[in-house]
C-alpha cells in the first residue's frame, strides 16, 4: 500500500480572484436599515459599510497571507480526504503533542496568537519545559482542507485526527483541545480513541448534550437548560438556518463578500467579552483575514454542513455515538469556561459525560478565547497538560 505524502503549503491566492473580489466589493448592494438602528436587528450595516471601505482602501491580504505563511503547513490524504493542516514544532527539551480544533465562524487562525505561546513558552516567560509541538488542522470543508463528498462527514473527524497525529505525523499519544465544533471532535477523538489521547481540554461542553434528557438536575443545571431555549429563541435562528436550509443561505454567502461579512461578524461581536465594541478584541485586520479565509477557498457553503449532518444524522448514526457515550468518557478533561462564551453550563452538567479533573472559571473572555485571551488559554493549557508529559 503507498502511504500518501505530507507536502509543504503556502497559501497563494490568485490575484484574479482578490480583482474579483475588489469588484465585488465596490458594487455592493446595500440594505435599507432604520437609522440609529445600531446592532439590535443584527449586523449593523453603517459599521459593516466602513468595514468594507476598509477592506477595499486599508486592509492588505498578502500581508496577512505572509504572516499566515510564517507557520509551519502541510496539506497530506487521510483517509481519502485532503487535509490542511498548520505543524509547528516545540522549542523545549520534549515537546508534547497537542492537537487544536477549530469551530465556527472561525478557523484555523482562531489559534493564531495561541501557537507561539504553546511551542515557544520561554519567549512568553513560561518554561520550556512546557512546550508543545503543536498540530492545527482545517475541518473538511473549511479553508484548505478538501470539502466532504458526502453527508455526515464530521462523525469522521475524529478518526481522521487519530490518522494524522499517529500514521502521518508519529505521534502516539497526544493531547487535544478544542471549542465550538472543536469541542465536538474533540470529545469524539477522546471516546473513539482514548489509546492514544492522554488528556483533553475545552472550553465548553459541547452543544449537542443539551438533547439528553435529564430526569434529576440540579438546580444549576435547570436553571442552565432555561437559558439555553431563552437564547434559541433570541439567538440561535443561525443554527436552526445551517442545520435545515443551509443551501438556501449559501448562494448569498458565496457571491456576496459583504454578506459573509455580516453573518460573520456579528457572531464574533456577540460572542466576545467586547461588552458592544467589537474592535476592542478583534482589529478589522483580524477580522478580515478570518472572512478571507471562507471568501478565497469558497467555503461558506460548506462550513455549515456539520450543522445539517448533526441535524439529520440517521438513527443508525446515534446508536453508534450513543454506545460510545455510555458512561463518562475515561479520559481526563479540562474545562476552561470564560464569562462571555454563549453558554455556561455548570461543572455537574459537564461531569455527565466527561470525566473532569479541572474546571477553570476564568475572569474575562468570550467564545472565541485563543483570539481574546490568548495568555489565559495558553497558561491553563500548560498547567494542565504538565502531569501527562
Known amino acids: 500500500m503507498r502511504v500518501a505524502m505530507i507536502t509543504p503549503f503556502k497559501i497563494q491566492v490568485d490575484e484574479e480572484k482578490l480583482s474579483e473580489l475588489r469588484r465585488r466589493l465596490q458594487n455592493t448592494r446595500w440594505p435599507y436599515q432604520i437609522p440609529d438602528s445600531d446592532w439590535r436587528s443584527g449586523t449593523d450595516v453603517e459599521y459593516l459599510k466602513e468595514l468594507v471601505q476598509y477592506w477595499l482602501d486599508g486592509f492588505d491580504w498578502r500581508e496577512q497571507e505572509a504572516s499566515l505563511n510564517r507557520f509551519a503547513q502541510f496539506t497530506t490524504d487521510v483517509e481519502g480526504t485532503t487535509i490542511h493542516f498548520v505543524h509547528e514544532r516545540g522549542n523545549g527539551p520534549k515537546p508534547f503533542p497537542l492537537i487544536l480544533t477549530h469551530g465556527w465562524p472561525d478557523s484555523f487562525y482562531r489559534f493564531y496568537k495561541l501557537i507561539p505561546r504553546l511551542t515557544d513558552p520561554a519567549a512568553f516567560g513560561g518554561r520550556a519545559d512546557d512546550a508543545f509541538d503543536v498540530v492545527v488542522p482545517s475541518l473538511p470543508g473549511y479553508a484548505f482542507s478538501e470539502k466532504p463528498g458526502e453527508h455526515g462527514s ?29 469541542g465536538t471532535v474533540t470529545e469524539h477523538l477522546g471516546r473513539g480513541h482514548s489509546d492514544c489521547v492522554a488528556a483533553m ?12 434528557k435529564v430526569k434529576d438536575p440540579s438546580v444549576a443545571e435547570a436553571k442552565y437548560f432555561e437559558h439555553n431555549r431563552d437564547w434559541m429563541q433570541t439567538e ?37 467579552d467586547c461588552g458592544g465594541d467589537i474592535e476592542s478584541r478583534f482589529t478589522k485586520d483580524e477580522l478580515l483575514t478570518n472572512i478571507m479565509l471562507y471568501w478565497v477557498t469558497d467555503s461558506a457553503s460548506t462550513s455549515f454542513l456539520p450543522y445539517y449532518d448533526f441535524a439529520n444524522a440517521s438513527a443508525f448514526t446515534w446508536i453508534k455515538e450513543s454506545i460510545k ?54 497558561a491553563d493549557l500548560r498547567d494542565w497538560f504538565r502531569q501527562f508529559r
Not at 445551517?242 to 456579528?266: F, H, K, V, Y
Open 201 to 212: 481540554h475545552l472550553t465548553d461542553v459541547p452543544f449537542f448534550h443539551i438533547f439528553n
Open 154 to 182: 464530521i462523525f469522521r473527524v475524529n478518526d481522521l485526527w487519530a490518522t494524522l497525529m499517529k500514521d502521518k505525523l508519529g505521534y502516539q499519544r497526544f493531547g487535544a483541545h478544542g471549542g465550538d465544533w472543536g
Open 325 to 378: 457515550s455510555w458512561g463518562a468518557c475515561k479520559v481526563p478533561a479540562a474545562f476552561a469556561m470564560f464569562p462571555k462564551d454563549i453558554s455556561h453550563p455548570p461543572r455537574e452538567w459537564a461531569e455527565r459525560f466527561f470525566n473532569v479533573q479541572r474546571w477553570t472559571e476564568m475572569p474575562r473572555g468570550g467564545h472565541f478565547a485563543a483570539m481574546e485571551e490568548p495568555e489565559l488559554v495558553a
Open 236 to 272: 440561535g435562528a443561525y443554527a436552526s438556518l445551517q442545520s435545515t436550509r443551509p443551501m438556501s443561505l449559501a448562494p448569498a454567502m458565496n457571491d456576496s463578500p459583504a454578506g459573509l461579512a455580516a453573518w460573520i461578524i456579528e457572531k464574533f461581536r456577540l460572542w466576545s
